[in-house]
């Protein structure tokens, strides 16, 4: 992740996996800018894309991203009519209420309060997935979010994957945002 020299930035670029889709037809969901860049078509339906890295409690492997920290930003490249971002469960995806944080992701142009992240072109969330502490971090406009899934949801051999269900003309960039500590 980054350059590796201190000091320097540590952002790198995550991409939307070009395989894993829910409920993707004719191009409705189309990926661009090297798969960072996902874009709903106009269609009223509500699809999901998800990150080609898995976030997961199980040790370090290529495969996957293994225990520890992993943060991520998913920013509105375009306005949605409405939309949802949060972390889906390997085996269960599905619109955003299948959502493995469904009681507590974010909204974009949805839900009110500090669960409403707005729905402007520039709208940025950032979430943190602290496998450690068992801890998901939110952070919108209004600040950070601290929540504590129930302790039986960390399962040992639990895979998580960035998540956007999106309705009409969104369109959503992905990159990592933090260090990746193991």
Not at 1 to 21: C, I, K, Y
Not at 39 to 62: D, E, I, M, P, W
Not at 153 to 180: F, M, N, Q
Request: charged fraction near 25%; hydrophobic fraction near 30%.
């Amino acid at each position: 992740f980054g350059s590796g020299e201190p000091g320097a930035s540590r952002v790198q670029l995550l991409t939307w996996d070009p395989e894993r889709f829910y409920n993707r037809s004719n191009n409705n969901i189309v990926l661009q800018e090297e798969d960072t860049l996902a874009v709903f078509s106009s269609s009223t339906s509500h699809r999901c894309v998800y990150g080609n890295q898995l976030l997961t409690a199980r040790s370090k492997s290529q495969a996957h991203l293994g225990k520890g920290v992993h943060e991520w930003t998913v920013t509105v490249a375009q306005r949605p009519c409405c939309a949802y971002v949060g972390i889906a469960a390997v085996g269960r995806m599905g619109t955003y209420d299948s959502f493995w944080d469904a009681p507590s992701c974010v909204g974009v142009n949805n839900f009110s309060g500090e669960r409403n992240a707005g729905s402007d072109a520039g709208t940025s969330i950032t979430i943190r997935v602290d496998f450690n502490k068992k801890t998901v971090y939110y952070t919108t406009r209004h600040g950070t979010r601290e929540v504590q899934p129930e302790a039986e949801r960390w399962t040992r051999d639990l895979e998580l994957l960035p998540a956007v269900d999106s309705d009409e003309k969104g369109h959503y960039r992905i990159e990592w945002t933090g260090d990746k500590k193991g």
